[in-house]
């Protein structure tokens, strides 16, 4: 089966020209619960409109629903969902473990597709979507070819796989960039894309080094279609509806003529929208300088022909022609009938009974009546071929006005059209908010997160975390270190990677089968697809920051997943924090350089050229002199980190929040700072900051 095209509307006019572009589903946001909160986006009269228009037009609707929400927004969510679902969308993207338990809960027969932003890149993590109740996975964009066909053809669910459009540096959804320094957060909808600004790395060197060019993957369109892929994406809902329809034309006649781009179609992307160019991203896994770049300005007069073109190919009552039609019309003295059928089970009858006269000079001839009936121009219908789609009973010498024709051919088409645009029957179980569950537990203590065994020093182990938390490899590479702990009574758990490939997974298992030889028998999950796998394996699971966790109900969700233990958002304030429902033990991050991005495409390797991890730290500087160091991470990834670090230890109000453990996370830290920072949130030392710290988010918030 052909995949669709699945084009951005923030707009009603965008929904049109999509459609009228040849887009076969939209994407579009609604109230708040969505990632483009600037967006234009639409109310419910707007929202209902457009999708009985998609759906007339046999054009499917996905609505995003991509955010995390709060447990005091979780009501208002619910009314949204039950809205959409009664309005007939055709599925919800969505982000928010909680929501996505909600919704198959209360609303089983709405479609749900895992949104980018839960940075699904892995089989495993299409399984866990699937096992949720997921029907297709949006696959991060870091995604090479051959992960896309191994995730489509093994995962079971439909693959949604990005073709145009802006590329983040940041895995989706592992972003808290624009949040940590700006108050404005990703996971929130309202992303200030702090990584288009210029940056300086410490030795000079000046540049853009965390903004990509835009994604171009046309000359794959084949490529994926063969690999099984439901859906292409072009991204651009904050972008004008003429970028849209231009983009979808050029995107739909690919795809139907399943080739590349020419050279004009080129142009014409890059004049429409660019920075320096394309790229074709992570697909044929070369990652590079020559990805990066800025917003390209077009003189507008290169562009000015090209958005008239569009815009008058989208202007209110165009119309192409989606819909194939049959009609089968009878001819009798005593009248006229005419039936229409779109093959899809609405099918339609009209007539007139008004009598037909016979010619006196031209007797209306077959040829003639099938003209009048195919003209279905200014609606979505066509007659795909006259000879076989219309059926027409009309004796001999008989005078058939045109304009009775035209009357009945009007009718019966916009009664289909009626029609078609009905929603479906579904099933809708009323919510109720619930505080079944709701356990605030007493603070007890503090768990550890290092990078290196040498910041477990012997006086923190004499202060006894209640876990430490070690990455994977460091474990894996120390196993008589490890192991000696472990006799010791120390509590190591793994510290997953954020990220991993497919093509990584053996190691991952290696090193873990070695913790495990070692003693090590709990880990702390980073990803949903890193869930059943750790099960699997025979670990405790605990749930990091990455799975983003800002309600109750994704505690739930995680609960029944076997998780014991979930690390909540550092992206709430101490209030939302203390709101949530807490079926399992939770832990709040208490201190140290909160980490803002994740990337694929080393920044470090770019300052020099070539590998320097082990070189000393990186860092970044902005434009108001903030340093942000950047960690070496499995796989030759990077971790962006906080300028300043997060420092709460002589705050008491985060302990109050019902989580009975305060994470404390030492990155860049040496032993002997490790120590007394230890010893500062234990004992309530004094501790010196030469360049400051942060509260982080707790008493902020984001918008």
């Not at 108001?624 to 300043?644: D, I, V, W, Y």
Request: aromatic fraction near 6%; glycine fraction near 8%.
């Amino acid at each position: 089966m052909m995949p669709e095209l699945l084009a951005p509307a923030g707009s009603f006019e965008g929904v049109r020209a999509a459609v009228q572009s040849g887009a076969g589903a939209v994407y579009m946001g609604f109230g708040t619960f969505n990632a483009r909160r600037g967006a234009k986006n639409f109310s419910r009269e707007e929202m209902a409109e457009a999708i009985a228009y998609c759906r007339t037009r046999g054009v499917k609707t996905n609505i995003t629903f991509n955010i995390v929400a709060l447990d005091r927004e979780l009501t208002a969510a619910m009314e949204d969902v039950r809205f959409l679902n009664e309005a007939g969308a055709d599925a919800l993207i969505v982000q928010d473990l909680g929501l996505a338990r909600l919704i198959r809960e209360h609303a089983p027969d709405l479609p749900l597709h895992a949104s980018t932003q839960m940075t699904i890149h892995t089989l495993d993590g299409a399984l866990a979507a699937k096992a949720l109740g997921f029907s297709r996975v949006v696959l991060s964009r870091e995604c090479t070819l051959d992960e896309i066909e191994k995730i489509t053809r093994e995962a079971g669910v439909e693959t949604e796989v990005f073709v145009h459009g802006a590329l983040c540096m940041c895995y989706s959804g592992q972003c808290y960039m624009s949040s940590v320094i700006g108050q404005r957060s990703g996971n929130r909808g309202l992303c200030a894309q702090p990584c288009r600004l210029p940056y300086t790395y410490d030795n000079g060197k000046k540049g853009y080094p965390l903004s990509l060019k835009d994604l171009c993957a046309a000359q794959y369109i084949p490529t994926l279609t063969r690999m099984g892929v439901s859906s292409f994406k072009i991204e651009g809902r904050m972008k004008r509806p003429e970028y849209s329809a231009i983009v979808t034309q050029i995107y739909a006649r690919l795809l139907r003529d399943q080739r590349g781009p020419t050279q004009e179609e080129n142009d014409i992307l890059r004049k429409v929208f660019s920075r320096d160019g394309f790229t074709d991203g992570y697909l044929t896994g070369k990652v590079d300088g020559k990805m990066f770049g800025t917003k390209t300005d077009v003189p507008m007069h290169e562009v000015k022909p090209l958005y008239d073109e569009a815009a008058r190919r989208f202007a209110v009552g165009k119309e192409a022609p989606r819909v194939p039609v049959t009609m089968s019309c009878t001819v009798t003295p005593d009248g006229i009938s005419l039936g229409v059928s779109d093959g899809q089970g609405h099918d339609v009858s009209t007539a007139d009974h008004e009598p037909v006269e016979r010619a006196k000079n031209r007797p209306t001839t077959r040829d003639m009546l099938a003209k009048s009936l195919a003209k279905t121009g200014g609606t979505p219908f066509y007659v795909a071929n006259p000879a076989e789609d219309l059926t027409m009973n009309l004796p001999d010498g008989w005078m058939v006005p045109a304009a009775r024709i035209n009357a009945l051919r009007r009718t019966a088409l916009n009664t289909v059209a009626m029609l078609r645009g009905l929603p479906p029957k579904r099933t809708w179980k009323p919510y109720e908010t619930s505080h079944n569950g709701h356990k605030n537990a007493p603070f007890m203590g503090y768990t550890l997160e290092i990078r290196k065994l040498e910041q477990l020093t012997p006086a923190i182990q004499a202060g006894r975390p209640e876990t430490v938390y070690v990455p994977l490899d460091e474990l894996a590479g120390h196993p008589d270190a490890v192991r000696a702990l472990v006799d010791a009574g120390v509590p190591l758990a793994v510290q997953m990677p954020r990220i991993y490939s497919d093509q990584e997974q053996p190691e991952i298992e290696r090193m873990l089968r070695a913790a495990q030889e070692s003693g090590v028998q709990t880990a702390c999950a980073m990803n949903l697809g890193q869930i059943p796998r750790l099960t699997q394996l025979g670990f405790a699971v605990h749930g990091g920051f990455g799975l983003n966790v800002c309600n109750g109900a994704a505690l739930c969700a995680l609960a029944d997943l076997g998780v014991r233990r979930q690390t909540l958002s550092f992206e709430l304030r101490t209030a939302q924090l203390r709101d949530i429902a807490k079926p399992l033990e939770t832990e709040v991050i208490a201190y140290g350089h909160l980490p803002l991005m994740i990337f694929e495409n080393c920044a470090i390797r770019r300052k020099t050229g070539k590998c320097a991890c082990k070189q000393g730290i990186t860092s970044l500087t902005d434009r108001t002199g903030q340093r942000f160091a950047l960690l070496p991470e499995f796989g030759c990834r990077n971790t962006l980190l906080n300028s300043k670090p997060l420092y709460l230890a002589d705050k008491d109000d985060w302990k109050k929040v019902g989580a009975p453990w305060g994470r404390i996370c030492l990155t860049t830290e040496p032993p002997a700072r490790a120590e007394a920072i230890w010893q500062a949130y234990t004992k309530g030392a004094p501790l010196e900051f030469s360049d400051g710290f942060t509260r982080g988010l707790y008493g902020r918030g984001v918008e």
